[in-house]
């Protein structure tokens, strides 16, 4: 495909996008749809596809327009490129530009600038004060890809030579001790034999880091109770020997989990809602809790458009529900762990403010807001434990 016909299929899909189709399912079904189309073809369709979502409202401003057509010659501009040599008529590529489309595009308010919803721009600046603009600024681009390295199986070193002489070029990251930074072949990590044969797994940075902090020493039960696709079990599972239960309340996220185990060469068990009360207490329970996804938005962006003051409200209920019921799950000298991948306040430190004044009993030990400007996603941690009896 030309690059014009690319950008013609950005276009449509982004257009079926805006109509409620969701991106993932509207990328497979053009893949699809689209024998004729390579690979390269559909990885540079997709990253359009990806790039105009993560700028979604300054796009259709430089696009004078919400179309799909709109909004990809508005990423052009945004880029530096001139529409006009893209949007040519000629094959497979886009109608020539209007006149009205040539026209300079419309002043920006400062939320569409930073591509925001209105209503969350003073949410963020509250949650991040001077830094809010370049961290916001951050979730308008591409994250970078990382890899955890399983040192139980393999050490950094020997990992990355492995990955470059397939083709994949990896370099450590300072914010965790077994992160390894893509910096290329990222395509080509699924068919290596590190990934496969568990050496490595594909997980953020931060995400890495919130799991290293977590306190195992002399752990021996431990429970993710919200435990995803169990990245985070494997991670505890990989660096300390317990009992592992891995938990969700969609049970079918964990379908891959046991493999992704035995791939790793770990133990970890999967534990039913009705199990987790005969299996308790626990040791550390960890409660990585659903969330708007705020400081992942550069590789989810459709969520930023997605939520609303209603729905932060719900997940707040949603986070104050399990954070009591897991705390009902620790052992006494236990602890429980609260994780977000967001960067709101409310989803962050009022959660846990709002949990020690329903529990004064218990108390923070631990707390740290992991920005973007970090290298990895916007993640939050907190750790919590009962306090003495003398206390």
């Not at 659903?290 to 989810?300: F, M, Y």
Request: net charge negative; glycine share 8%; aromatic share 6%.
């Amino acid at each position: 495909m030309t690059p014009g016909a690319r950008i013609a299929a950005a276009a449509a899909l982004l257009d079926e996008i805006a109509g409620g189709t969701a991106a993932e399912k509207a990328l497979t079904g053009w893949a699809r749809r689209s024998r004729f189309a390579g690979s390269g073809d559909r990885a540079a369709i997709r990253d359009h596809v990806f790039d105009v979502l993560r700028r979604w409202r300054s796009c259709a401003v430089l696009g004078g327009g919400t179309s799909g057509r709109a909004r990809m010659i508005g990423l052009l501009r945004s880029e530096g490129r001139d529409p006009s040599e893209v949007f040519t008529g000629e094959g497979h590529a886009p109608a020539a530009l209007t006149e009205a489309e040539m026209a300079p595009p419309a002043e920006m308010t400062a939320a569409e600038a930073l591509d925001l919803p209105d209503w969350l721009l003073a949410p963020l600046q509250e949650a991040l004060g001077g830094q809010a603009e370049a961290e916001v600024e951050m979730l308008r681009h591409r994250a970078a890809v990382f890899l955890r390295v399983n040192l139980a199986k393999s050490s950094m070193d020997q990992v990355v030579a492995e990955l470059s002489s397939g083709g994949i070029e990896a370099r450590p990251h300072p914010l965790c001790a077994t992160a390894l930074e893509v910096i290329e072949g990222a395509r080509r990590i699924n068919q290596s034999d590190a990934y496969r044969d568990g050496r490595v797994e594909l997980q953020d940075v931060a995400s890495q880091a919130v799991t290293a902090a977590l306190p195992l020493d002399g752990v021996g039960t431990v429970l993710d109770y919200c435990a995803g696709g169990g990245g985070k079990t494997l991670a505890m599972a990989a660096r300390h020997k317990a009992r592992y239960i891995a938990h969700d309340a969609h049970p079918q996220r964990l379908k891959d989990l046991p493999e992704r185990a035995r791939r790793a060469g770990v133990a970890v068990e999967i534990a039913a809602t009705t199990a987790l009360k005969r299996q308790a207490p626990f040791d550390l329970v960890l409660t990585d809790v659903p969330c708007s996804g705020s400081g992942a938005w550069r590789r989810s962006p459709e969520g930023k458009w997605a939520l609303t003051p209603e729905a932060l409200m719900a997940l707040n209920r949603t986070q104050d529900e399990i954070l009591d019921a897991a705390a009902g799950l620790v052992a006494p000298d236990g602890v429980l762990a609260y994780a977000t991948c967001s960067l709101l306040r409310e989803e962050n430190h009022d959660r846990v403010a709002a949990f020690l004044a329903r529990h004064p009993e218990w108390h923070l030990t631990y707390e740290r807001q992991f920005l973007l400007s970090e290298g990895g996603d916007g993640f939050y941690a907190a750790h919590l434990t009962r306090k003495s009896p003398a206390a």
